[in-house]
């Protein structure tokens, strides 16, 4: 059964010559299912673009990474839609990008222990991730209310499978998580930092204003005040 459901097809058409629609007038509906049966045009691109890829450590919390970059020329809204939300989250669970911008997006799992005797990585995961898009009129805080405020102009992107991977053999998408993980790792910790102290503020087109300069003249300016109403 479809985990979010599918489009219901055409109904067949009913048999007999009184049922047949006139020459020339099918011809626009036939281009209407064609059109619902195209795909829409891609907002984002992920790599890897139809999977998630974890470690297989049961009891414990794995992690999983995916790149989304805005191939539009438009700023886009992203989010995070899963089908076991107690066990999984992401970092972040969704945000904006700007035309051509990209970020590596943390997927947390807690890895079940396998039943029924099934070998490890031969258990079938049934938790699916889904992205889903939304273009935006430029840059602005993402909040998840823009998907319901705007539930007709919602896109599909994709949904992610689960594919477990030995966390102790050496294969190219172990090390490809790897990286991935790395990179979002990195790129987090930099946004934790506090913006480093540039010098000397620029107001206006070109001038310079030393920050202790001014308070300097503001406190002589004060002096001077205070000195003609005593005199």
Same mark, same amino acid.
Request: avoid cysteine; glycine fraction near 4%.
């Given at each position: 059964m479809p985990l979010w459901g599918t489009a219901s097809a055409p109904p067949p058409a #009913?048999?007999?010559d009184g049922a047949r629609a006139p020459s020339g007038s099918g011809s626009g509906t036939g281009v209407k299912?064609? @059109?619902s049966l195209l795909p829409t045009r891609r907002r984002l691109r992920l790599d890897p673009p139809s999977k998630l890829y974890f470690p297989y450590e049961p009891g414990k919390q794995v992690r999983? #990474? &995916?790149r989304i970059k805005n191939i539009s020329k438009s700023h886009v809204a992203f989010k995070? $839609?899963?089908?076991a939300p107690k066990s999984c989250f992401m970092r972040p669970p969704g945000g904006i990008l700007a035309p051509g911008e990209s970020i590596i997006a943390t997927v947390f799992k807690f890895v079940e222990h396998p039943e029924n005797n099934e070998k490890p990585l031969d258990q079938k995961c049934k938790v699916k991730f889904?992205? &889903?898009s939304l273009k935006v009129k430029g840059p602005m805080e993402y909040v998840p209310e823009l998907f319901d405020e705007q539930k007709d102009q919602v896109a599909v992107e994709q949904?992610? @499978?689960v594919v477990f991977l030995d966390a102790e053999r050496q294969s190219p998408q172990m090390d490809k998580l790897k990286r991935q993980l790395a990179e979002a790792e990195a790129a987090l910790e930099a946004r934790k930092k506090p913006p480093e102290d540039s010098g000397p503020r620029i107001v206006g087109e070109g001038l310079v204003i030393d920050e202790w300069k001014?308070?300097?003249? @503001?406190?002589l300016a @004060? $002096? $001077?005040i205070e000195m003609v109403d005593s005199v």
């Open positions: #009913a048999e007999g299912v064609i @059109r999983s #990474a &995916v995070f $839609q899963t089908t889904k992205i &889903v949904i992610l @499978r001014e308070r300097r003249e @503001r406190y @004060r $002096q $001077q």
